[in-house]
């Protein structure tokens, strides 16, 4: 399974937990609230065969785009141990991306690019996660504009208010 197959079973598991806020999840799955950091949130939770995963999320403060609907929009840098995984950056977007389109990241002064693959984006590798999640902790704002698959561009701009508490409150939880 490729990092890019990998990553969005990860982040489509988070999103339909967080879309569920617990309600007909089993308890296992259900996450677990570690605290509120300013914008972010800490969540730990198991995964199917029993393992901890731990992630972070926040919401942006403004969400910009000449739309009519749009579902719901998160960032989250997960933790995911038992898979090998840590710092993986995932945007939900609430709508579905432009074929084989790319999303711009700004933060820190710093520019990322991540793939896209229906409502989901993420970085290519380790590398990019990694450098992704040290200028968000670093940063103030973080800024993600992408394209729909009916062209329209949004801009959502992300409070990194509490990220350097979030990120230590899901590595402490999860071992990293």
């Not at 969005?8 to 879309?19: F, N, T, V």
């Not at 996450?31 to 509120?36: D, I, S, V, W």
């Not at 972010?40 to 910009?64: I, L, Y």
């Not at 995932?90 to 990322?112: E, L, P, R």
Request: some cysteine.
């Amino acid at each position: 399974m490729s990092i890019l197959s990998k990553t969005l079973k990860i982040s489509l598991l988070l999103a339909g937990i967080i879309a569920l806020g617990g309600q007909q999840a089993t308890a296992s799955s259900t996450p677990k609230l570690l605290g509120t950091y300013g914008n972010w949130n800490a969540f730990t939770f198991d995964d199917e065969a029993g393992k901890k995963v731990c992630f972070m999320s926040s919401k942006p403060v403004s969400a910009k785009g000449n739309y009519t609907r749009r579902g719901d929009i998160y960032a989250y840098i997960t933790h995911w141990p038992s898979k090998g995984h840590t710092n993986m950056i995932n945007i939900d977007t609430g709508y579905s991306y432009k074929a084989n389109s790319m999303v711009d990241v700004a933060v820190a002064g710093q520019k990322f690019q991540l793939a896209t693959e229906g409502e989901k984006a993420w970085a290519y590798n380790q590398s990019d996660d990694d450098r992704i999640t040290r200028a968000i902790r670093e940063g103030s704002t973080m800024v993600i504009k992408g394209t729909s698959t009916r062209g329209t561009l949004t801009t959502d701009t992300y409070s990194l208010r509490g990220t350097a508490d979030a990120y230590d409150a899901i590595s402490k939880a999860c071992g990293i």
